[in-house]
């Protein structure tokens, strides 16, 4: 049996965005530890936006991926991207991720996910059923304990804004799980080149 890679493909952020949504976690913490929510919150330094999560694949999989990304770096633009605003998935009422997410630069984000889906769709990649919507997973919640309170500290700060950064390249990323947290190692890289509008 072949090995198979846990992957998926990422735009990383700047520094200062990272630093701002530490903050911003900081202060949610602080208001939720009150309540009898307890969230599992992401390492910091393991923030990205996942464009698309690939699963599963084996290395002769990785290699058709890479290849259906090669000419990537020449058809998409760097763009701005301001990151701002509170969420859930799914909903308020079974609250399971809580995230941060895109106030302005939604829509490259957008095109991009299109383009990158368009191009491994050949090499038998299936979309998600729900629409793409760019995101920073700030934690994860196992449990519906104090959910309604919890929410209640997230509404407070929910329109809250963590600085624009420019989105540069895509990120092909191996996952390996592990107790403490994830571990990701780049596998490959297109820097966004494209003069001219977004994307």
Request: aromatic letters at 10%; hydrophobic letters at 40%.
């Amino acid at each position: 049996m072949s090995e198979e890679i846990r992957c998926f493909l990422a735009v990383e952020i700047s520094e200062e965005v990272r630093q701002a949504a530490g903050r911003l976690v900081e202060k949610l913490r602080k208001g939720i530890q009150f309540t009898k929510a307890r969230p599992s919150w992401v390492r910091l330094d393991n923030q990205h936006f996942t464009i698309v999560f690939l699963g599963n694949r084996t290395i002769e999989q990785v290699e058709q991926i890479k290849a259906a990304l090669g000419d990537l770096t020449g058809k998409v633009a760097p763009f701005r991207a301001e990151v701002a605003g509170l969420g859930v998935f799914p909903n308020e009422r079974n609250p399971r991720v809580l995230w941060l997410g895109v106030r302005d630069g939604a829509e490259p984000f957008s095109r991009l996910y299109d383009d990158i889906v368009k191009r491994l769709q050949p090499v038998g990649f299936e979309p998600e059923k729900r629409p793409f919507h760019p995101h920073l997973t700030l934690a994860r919640i196992k449990s519906f304990r104090g959910t309604a309170e919890m929410i209640s500290v997230v509404r407070s700060h929910q329109n809250e804004a963590c600085g624009e950064f420019t989105a540069a390249g895509l990120t092909f990323f191996r996952s390996q799980l592990h107790p403490d947290g994830a571990i990701y190692t780049p596998l490959a890289h297109w820097p966004f080149k494209k003069s001219g509008a977004d994307c």
